[in-house]
């Protein structure tokens, strides 16, 4: 029998408890690192923000680590963070792990507002760039038929997919045109510590880590979430991706830091124990992929059909899209490793079955 999330989680230790920053306000949880934690609107109701003390071209000042969401609430919050944690100094830049709405989604205003540069890998920032002006994969006309190719086709989900045309650009409306590029073993000076940058994929399309030796410091972004697995999806723009495979492949980068690292990850809270944390998610998608070999041993299934051996709860449509897009890396990487083979059938949706 597999553990519950609960016996995963007490294998892990969790230096500052239950204690969590309050609103507007900052926790030290290692030399000249503050930990920020805002509010979102989805089931995952939360985000981690980091403030690094910096130094920059002869300013003192702070690094912001990710952004939050493009909300008037999370504007509010930051302000008060500046008001009560930044000892009256300015922001000097905005790191963003990766693309993703609740990451990005404030760049644009807190370099606006602080003169400051962006760094991201290239390929999410242009990512990111197109998600302004494109659905990239959240909504809108291409994934709605993305979707039914792969068995979600009942016609109110359609439409309801369809009309998220907006989804991105209502969460991330401006993108700096200009950034600095973050690059895999790249090493970011940050007040008096380096910081290597560790690039992984699977989950957004080049996000990027921020590992420092000195500080036994690991700001693992999406990669590494201590209660949760992290999403990783295939999406129409790359609808053959091997997904999972990328992901397992990339937090297994991870090993090499020692056991004792302390994560800062972006949801959950800042926890000991890497090396049994990326094991455990190892074993996960291990029984996630036996488990659909299973149900596909008894009857062909579309990425649809497989929601319920992944998901074991009831998804809204925002959830389902996510899970979609799971169920289908996980099909992939069957399909990959030449234990399924796939066929399209006359209603043009995929179904895999054991080659």
């Known amino acids: 029998m597999s553990l519950t999330r609960d016996q995963l989680e007490a294998r892990l230790h969790y230096p500052l408890g239950t204690t969590l920053p309050e609103p507007g306000r900052a926790l030290v949880v290692a030399p000249g690192v503050k930990w920020i934690r805002m509010t979102l609107p989805f089931a995952l109701d ?3 923000l980091w403030l690094l003390r910096d130094t920059l071209d002869g300013r003192e000042g702070w690094t912001v680590m990710d952004c939050c969401i493009a909300r008037e609430e999370a504007k509010a919050q930051w302000e008060q963070v500046f008001a009560n944690e930044l000892d009256g100094l300015p922001v000097l830049r905005v790191i963003v792990t990766h693309m993703h709405p609740d990451h990005i989604g404030l ?10 540069r962006l760094w991201i890998s ?7 760039r197109l ?11 291409a994934a709605a038929a993305y979707f ?10 359609v439409a309801k997919v369809r009309a998220r045309a907006g989804y991105y650009p209502n969460l991330v409306p401006s993108v700096p045109a200009q950034s600095r590029r973050l690059l895999d073993g790249l090493a970011v000076r ?31 972004g999406d990669m590494i979430l201590p209660r949760i697995s992290t999403n990783v999806s295939v999406y129409e723009q790359e609808p053959e991706a091997d997904s999972l495979q990328r992901f397992l492949d990339s937090i297994d980068k991870f090993l090499p ?3 004792h690292t302390l994560v800062l990850p972006s949801h959950g809270r800042p926890f000991t124990g890497l090396h049994e944390r990326i094991a455990q998610l190892h074993a996960h998608h291990d029984e996630r992929l036996a488990e659909v070999v299973a149900a596909c041993r008894e ?12 998901f074991q709860r009831q998804l809204d449509l925002h959830q389902t899209t996510f899970a979609m897009g799971e169920a289908v890396a996980h099909l992939n990487r069957l399909w990959h490793a030449g234990t399924l083979a796939r066929t399209r059938g006359a209603d043009g949706v995929w179904r895999f079955s054991p080659r």
């Open 107 to 116: 760049a644009h205003w807190l370099c606006e507002k602080w003169d400051c």
């Open 257 to 259: 830091l020692p056991e």
């Open 299 to 310: 009857k062909p299934l579309s990425a649809f059909d497989a929601l319920p051996v992944l």
């Open 131 to 141: 998600g302004t002006q494109t659905t990239t994969g959240f909504g809108g006309d």
């Open 190 to 220: 940050i007040g008096e510590h380096d910081w290597r940058c560790i690039s992984g994929y699977g989950h957004a399309p080049e996000h990027m880590a921020l590992w420092s030796e000195s500080l036994g410091v690991l700001i693992s």
């Open 122 to 128: 290239a390929t999410d920032h242009a990512m990111a």
């Open 148 to 157: 039914a190719s792969h068995g979600l086709t009942d016609p109110q989900s």
């Open 46 to 48: 939360h985000i981690n």
